[in-house]
């Protein structure tokens, strides 16, 4: 239902989108995250029509976002982060507007109108201008709109922002139950939601993807070889029978409090939380904690956009230098030198003539 082809969006000479390429099909939720200025927003207004590609093609259910422009955006249902309203209209005027805006004509128009209103919590404020409304059903209003003509293709950027967690709840069971049916793009700054909702990740970091999978294949990916912990009541000697376990790689022991713990590092594909359950059975070991250690989905995004500043600085330094805009260091400027001799002479002149006014006055 989306496309996306060695999409590539230029401003003047800087790339805010590079060379991204990715899918995403009918019944699938894909999470779209990004640090901030990732490329995240750039590449859903490239979708949605406001901005046109440098290079490259897209396409939304079929249609070419630049030849079948018309066709592709009125596929298209599209929440952007801080969503334009009518604030003198009321809720149930601006979604008529919007609904006939799509072309939905006659009866169909307040049918789907009342339905939205219900799919989306606004039976309350469905007679209230939008300009008194809270940021919360501002933000549920702007999605209604988005929803109301039924887009096969549906863009969300940050659709829960501003709601409280019994609305967010909600909206994400709403989004849920769209993505069974249609193709959803979904950015957020909320990475719970991600694993709540999504089926797949896409990771954008500086104009390009650098990771996309589903949330437990990203972690596996990058969590290297599993580790296992373990903590046990009393002072127990327990790192070298631990560490004879089958699979064990290395084992680390701590003890404080009144009790051992152990960080167990295990070859790759191995989980020995059962073996060492076995183990404190077998020596009557008072087993308190075992669980086994994994990434959360935020330790994943840190991993991949993390940037070692150091070298950031010294790679912007050789860029300027080797754009011609930063002078070499060995190099001294003859003309600086010179001007330095100009002011050093001048001012040894000046003091030769004060002292030799001084030493003329009787």
């Not at 793009?185 to 970091?205: K, N, Q």
């Not at 373990?230 to 680390?252: I, S, Y």
């Not at 076995?278 to 330790?299: C, K, P």
Request: proline share 4%; with cysteine.
């Amino acid at each position: 239902m989306i496309e996306v082809q060695n999409l590539t969006k230029r401003f003047a000479a800087q790339a805010a989108v590079s060379d991204v390429t990715f899918s995403v099909r009918q019944g699938e939720i894909v999470g779209f995250l990004g640090p901030n200025g990732a490329g995240k927003t750039t590449t859903m207004r490239v979708l949605t029509g406001f901005l046109p590609p440098s290079e490259g093609r897209a396409s939304v259910a079929g249609y070419d976002i630049v030849a079948q422009s018309r066709q592709a955006r009125a596929n298209l249902g599209y929440l952007p982060e801080s969503a334009a309203l009518y604030g003198e209209m009321r809720v149930r005027e601006y979604l008529a507007y919007r609904a006939r805006l799509e072309g939905l004509v006659g009866p169909g128009v307040k049918t789907r109108v009342d339905e939205i209103i219900g799919r989306c919590l606004l039976e309350e404020v469905a007679d209230r201008k939008v300009e008194n409304l809270s940021r919360g059903y501002r933000q549920r209003a702007a999605l209604a709109g988005a929803l109301v003509h039924r887009p096969p293709v549906l863009i969300l950027d940050e659709p829960t922002v501003g709601l409280d967690p019994a609305q967010i709840i909600k909206i994400r069971e709403m989004i849920r139950s769209l993505g069974r049916e249609r193709a959803v793009l979904l950015s957020t700054h909320i990475l719970p939601e991600v694993d709540a909702v999504c089926d797949r990740v896409l990771i954008i970091d500086r104009g390009r993807i650098v990771a996309e999978g589903t949330p437990q294949e990203l972690r596996r990916r990058l969590a290297g070889r599993p580790v296992v912990r373990a903590a046990f009541k009393g002072d127990v000697a327990v790192r070298e029978a631990v560490g004879a376990l089958a699979g064990a790689v290395a084992v680390e022991e701590t003890s404080g409090d009144g009790e051992t713990r152990v960080r167990v590092e295990c070859s790759e594909g191995t989980d020995l939380s059962e073996e060492v359950f076995h183990l404190a059975v077998a020596r009557g070991w008072v087993l308190r904690e075992l669980t086994r250690e994994g990434l959360s989905l935020e330790d994943v995004f840190v991993r991949l956009t993390r940037h070692d500043e150091t070298s950031a600085s010294a790679e912007a330094t050789a860029d300027k230098a080797a754009s011609g805009n930063a002078p070499a260091p060995e190099e001294a400027d003859p003309s600086a030198e010179s001007a330095s001799a100009e002011v050093t002479a001048d001012k040894a002149s000046a003091e030769a003539e004060a002292e030799a006014e001084a030493k003329a006055e009787p």
